[in-house]
C-alpha cells in the first residue's frame, strides 16, 4: 500500500508554548488535514498527503510561536485508514520523554495590556497569563505539561476559561495556568500569625500603603518569596539588612518603568539593557550604579554596580504601579536558608524578618531563583542562571552526538547539576551550598524530578575529585544505591571544559590552554589549587603552572576574613613585615598564634588560590571588613574601587619565576607603590593580568596551541577579564556568556569529561 500521508516528529522546546494552536492555525490556513498531538517525546503531527505540505514545512520553522524552539523535524510515511475530514488537536498521549521542559516565561505584552484594561474581564487579575508567558517549570509535577499535572490542577477552570482554553483559535488554548478572578488562584495579605488582613484589591491597596510607610513585605513570586521593602528609604532597607543579618551584601532592586530605570543607572546602551530586562527571562541585570541615583547608599555599600529588574508576572506590575518607586526585591530565605516555597515555610522563616505577608494559593512546585546577568560593553555574561533560563536544554558541540546518559553532580557552592543525553545537556537552576541540609533536601528533590520528567537513568555518575565535598561523597552514595559506576574530575579541568562546551568548541579541534582562577579546587597532584595555568582537551588535563601555594590561615575561615590571608602572603613573602602600615589591618594577638600555627602546618592548608590573593590585597587596602558576610565580597570591593582609577602602567609587575608567579617580587613593588588606593588597587589588577598572560603566551608558543580560555569565579572581575584579553591580543580568548563562569556552570564540564573519557575507552576496546 503507497502510503497517503506524511507524519512529523517535532522534538524540542514544543510544549507549553502554544505549538499545537500555531499547528492547527497553520494547516487550516493552508487547508491540510490531519491532527496534532503531545506526548513524551514532543509533538506528533499526521497530514494527508497534499502538495501544500511543503509549505507547511516550511513555515513550521518561519512563524514558530514566541517561546517554542524547534531542535528536529523527523519525517516518515503514514497510512490513513480512512482520509481524514478536518484537521484536528488530539489529547495528549504518553511515551518516553524526549522533549523540553519550558522555563517561566515574563508577563507578555498582550496580557499586560489586558491586566490594565477596564472593560477586560481579567482587568488588575494577579495571575493573567497566556500561551506566550506565565509559570512553566516552577508548577510543573510530571510530563506531559498538561493541567492535571501541574498545580493548577486544584483550580476547574470556569465556563468562559474552558472555552478559551478548549478553542484552538484562542491566545489561550490549552495555557495551563489558565484562569480568571472566578475561577482561579487569589491573594490575601497577612500578619505574622497568619491571619488575614484584607484580599484581593484591597489586599494590594494596604500592601501599597506599608511599603510607602517603610514596611518589610514577604512576597509570594512565581519560584519562591520576595522580601520588599522601599529602595529610596535608607531606614527601612537599614532595617532588612538588620533583621535578615546581611551586613553589605548588595540587594537587587525593582524599578517601575524605563524613566526609572534611567534615573537609578547609568548604562551607554539603553536598547541592549532593555532587551535584557524585558526578555521572556526578565533576569536581575548588573549595571553601573548612576551617581545621582535616588536609590540609598544602603542598597550596594563600597561598590559601582547595580542589581535591576522589571517587573516579571502580573502581580509585581499591578504592585510597581501603585508603589511608583523602586523596591528593594530580595530572596525571601533567612541567613543561610534557601528561599521559602510554601506559605507556610514563608511564615514560618521569615517571622524574625517581615512586617506583612502578600501570599497567593497557586503552589510553587519547583523553585526558581531570579537569574542574574551582567551587562558590560562587551554583551551579557551569565551569573546565576535560574528562573526563565532553565530548564532549557543546551545543545552539545559537535562530536558529542549521541552520548551516554551522565548525571554530574556539580561542585558544593552554587551547586548545579548536569543531565547529559543524546545530543544534549539540561542544567539544573542555582541551587546554593550544599553545606546546608535543606539545600541538599532541595537537591535530592529536584533531581527526583528531572530523572522523572526527563524519563532519565544514569549510566554513570560524575563527581568533584574533592574527597571532602558533600557531592562527592552524595555522588558516590547514589552511585552504590544505583549500581552505576562514579567517576572523579578534577575541579579546574571542568571549569575550562565548562567553557568550551559553552562556545561549541569540536570535540576533535586539539587542546586549548586554559586560565582557572577561583577560590579553591582539589588539584590533580592531591593540592589546593586556584590560580592555575593548563593545558585541556576534553579527555585531559595537564598542569603548567600559575600562583604559588600559601597557607590559608584557619581552613575555611580564611575566605571569611580577607586579613587571615593577608597575614600569610606576609609571612610568606615579605621579611620585616610588622613595621608595614598595611600591616594594622591585622589584629596583633591572632597574628602570633595563627603565625605559629602556619609555622607547624595545623589548620593551615597550602592553596595556590586567586580569590584568597584578592583578599590579602583588599585587606592590605584596608577596605574589607574584618568579615567578609558574602563570597567575594572583598574582591567585588577590590575590582570596585580599581574601577575607580585611570588606566595606567603602573611600576608593579608578576614576572614568573619558573612556571609560577613571583608574589615575592609582587608584593615588595606594590608595598612600595604609594600612590592613591584606587591606583593601588588597579596596579594589582594590571599585575596579575600581565603575568598570566606571559604565562598563557609562553604555554601557547610552546604547545602550539592559538586558544586561551578564561574560567573559574574570579573571572566575572570584568576589570581582570578585560586586561587579560588586552595583554592576550593575537591569541584568540574564549569566555563565558551563557553560563556563569563560577561553579554554577562546572557540572556541564564535568559531565562532557565523563563522557570524552567513556567513549575513549569504548574505543579503544573496540
Known sequence: MNPNGLQLRIKGKVQGVGFRPFVWQLAHRLGLLGDVSNDGAGVDIHLWQTPDVAIFLEQLHADCPPLAHIDSVETSPFNWPEPPQDFTIVHSGHGQMDTQVVPDAATCDACLQELNAADNRRY???????????????????????????????????????????????????????????????????????????????????????????????IKGIGGFHLACDATNLTAVQRLRQRKHRRDKPLAVMVPDVEWLQRCVSTPNLSALMSLLKSPAAPIVLVPLRESSPLC?????????????????PLQHLLMQRVARPLVMTSGNASGKPPALSNAQALDQLQPIADLWLMHNRDIVQRADDSLVRLTPQGAEMLRRARGYVPDALGLPPGFAQQPSILALGADLKNTFCLLRDNHAVLSQHLGDLDDLDIQRQQAQLLALFRSLYDFTPQQLVVDAHPGYVSHQMGHALAAQWAIPCVAVFHHHAHIVSCL????????????????LDGLGYGSDGRLWGGECLLVDYARCQHLGGLPAVALPGGDLASQQPWRNLLAHLLRFVPDWASLPEAHAIPRPQAEVLARAISRGINAPLASSAGRLFDAVAAALNISPDHVGWEGGAACQLEALAQQSRPHTPPVTMPLLGDELDLATFWREWLGYRAEPAERAYAFHYALAQGFAVLARRAAQQFGVNTIVLSGGVMHNVLLRQLL??????????????????????????????????????????
Do not use: K
Open 124 to 218: 488588575h487579575y494577579p495571575f493573567i497569563n497566556c500561551t506566550h508567558c506565565g509559570p512553566r517549570f516552577s508548577i510543573i509535577h510530571s510530563m506531559p505539561y498538561d493541567r492535571p499535572y501541574t498545580s493548577m490542577r486544584d483550580f476547574p477552570l470556569c465556563p468562559q476559561c474552558l472555552a478559551e482554553y478548549q478553542d484552538p483559535g484562542d491566545r489561550r488554548f490549552h495555557a495551563q495556568p489558565n484562569a480568571c478572578a472566578d475561577c482561579g488562584p487569589h491573594v490575601w495579605l497577612c500578619d505574622r500569625n497568619g491571619d488575614e488582613l484584607a484580599s484581593g484589591e484591597e489586599a494590594m491597596q494596604r500592601t501599597e500603603r506599608a511599603l510607602l510607610a517603610g514596611e518589610i513585605v514577604a
Open 297 to 313: 547608599s544602603a542598597i550596594a555599600p563600597g561598590l559601582s554596580e547595580i542589581g535591576v529588574m522589571l517587573p516579571a508576572n
Open 501 to 516: 562546551a559553552e562556545r561549541q568548541w569540536p570535540r576533535n579541534a586539539g587542546p586549548v590552554i586554559g586560565l582557572a
Open 725 to 766: 584579553t588586552e595583554q592576550l591580543q593575537g591569541l584568540q580568548v574564549l569566555q563565558h556568556v551563557n553560563l556563569p563562569a563560577g561553579d554554577g556552570g562546572i557540572a556541564l564540564g564535568q559531565a562532557l569529561i565523563a563522557a570524552a573519557n567513556l567513549t575513549n575507552r569504548e574505543n579503544q576496546n573496540v
